[in-house]
């Protein structure tokens, strides 16, 4: 198998339980332990009420394109091979955002409100990558 | 207590702007700084206070190079793009409790020669969370991150790709008429259609410039500017703001409002000024959407209008708000906005290149990486 050539993420224990999940196939969010606010992306404090107690929750997956952009040049060697792709903001059904690349759509489909869910792709060892796809 | 018109820049100097250099940006940043320590009329051993940028130099490289003897205060201000602005606030408050006398504010870059923009940002510490969560899935430079923005602009608001090259065209007309500028050659509205897809919306035109050079301004006391060399611009009002959730601009309740929505009301109140009174104004351009973002969030127009003001021409050299008279990050160089310091300061002098024609009072705004805003109000004294 040839060399992974895209960037790698370097989880911290503030957030390897994200990509711990994205591995087992579960979009996991961070919820307070104390006040139960749902933040992302994982850090350390709520925002809320100030607590460094978290807990983690299955998301449901669902959610709304908020926005997008169709990247034609690679800013990096690695996702040459991928171009044109599309990126996606979605507002998830739990009231917080994530980006991630978008599959099986056309972009001049695209519009603010579309139903997405997450999917997992493998990346490479060890590593899970979100992606939207359209709700059936 | 407020910082109104307690501080003046004194001196501006820029080195010649190349695509192309053997030189360090640390000698770029130099040969700039001694320019303006020469426009103010001081010796570089007068400099008393540094504001490095934060790329080539640190505050001992302008001690051991200079000579300098007693420097009192140095400081950075991390914040990307709106770090000479924001240091221009740093550098007031610094002169304004007695702590120095002149403060040097310099950058000097190898935005081309050395690393491209998709490298650095890897590397900038404001960087991390995209970093951890959006650059494994393909977002990696600011033209990416930015376009997520512009595209909601435009399906909220229904502002167009013509309009975003309007900023582009207006822009490049400038630049032709600044001997100092790196991008000359006239382009129209056409040809920023025709240009290639970057990450869309944004095409090549939308873009701004990685360039090599250096610019440097000196930050005085207003009751010593009086007795210097040139004559004073007076700061009149100056401040910083920074957008909620500024460390991912994914994760901001509302991506079409930057820093400088929550800035500049506080920069107008400290003036006493409003967007009817400025003459002139250099908005920091990354890419064209950023312009018309800051239009709105300055306060010149309604958000959401930004697209219909660049289209009525209003922003052109003969139109009722000229910007960015140099030439901007799109046609003169990327400076990470010190060169906006400087032209203000020459409009406002009667000395630019392409001087608009009885400017009293500018604005000059920064824009940092992740949409923190930075601004400042100045008057020909």
Redesign the interface.
Known sequence: MAEYA??????TTD?QPYWDGLNEGRLRLQRCADCGKVR??P?PVCDACFSMNVAWMDASGNGRV????????A??PG?KP?LP?I?V?VDLDEG??????LRRLD?REL??GLPVRVAFEP?TEG?T???FVPTE | MSLRETGAVTGVGETEYLRGTDRTPLSLQLEASLRAIDDAGLKPTDIDGVIPYGLGAVAEDFITNFGIPDLRFSATTPMGGASAVAAIQCAIAAVHAGICNHVLLAIGRTGYSGGR??TRV?QMPQFR?V???????????P??LY???A??HM??YGTTSRQFAEIAVSTRNNAMLNPNATMRRPITVEDHQNS???????RLLDCSLESDGGAAVVISAAERARDMRQQPVLVMGVAEGHPDSPS?I??RPD?TTLGLAKAAPRAFAMAGVTPDDIDVAEIYDCFTYNVLCQIEDAGFCKKGEGGPFVESGAIRLNGKLPINTHGGLLSQAHMAGMNHVVELVRQLRGQAAAQVAGATIGLVTGYGDMGDGSIAIMRRA
């Open positions: 895209k960037l790698v993420p370097s989880p957030t992302h992306y850090r908020h926005s997008w952009t169709v990247t034609h040049h800013f990096h996702f991928d792709y990126l903001t917080v955002r994530m980006q991630a690349q972009a519009r603010i990346a590593l990558l979100p992606v | 923009i998709g890897q969370v970093g951890e969560f959006e650059m494994p899935s393909g977002a990696i430079a033209a990416q376009a997520v923005m595209r909601r399906e909220l290639r897809m970057i990450s869309d919306p944004l991912v994914t994760q991506i």
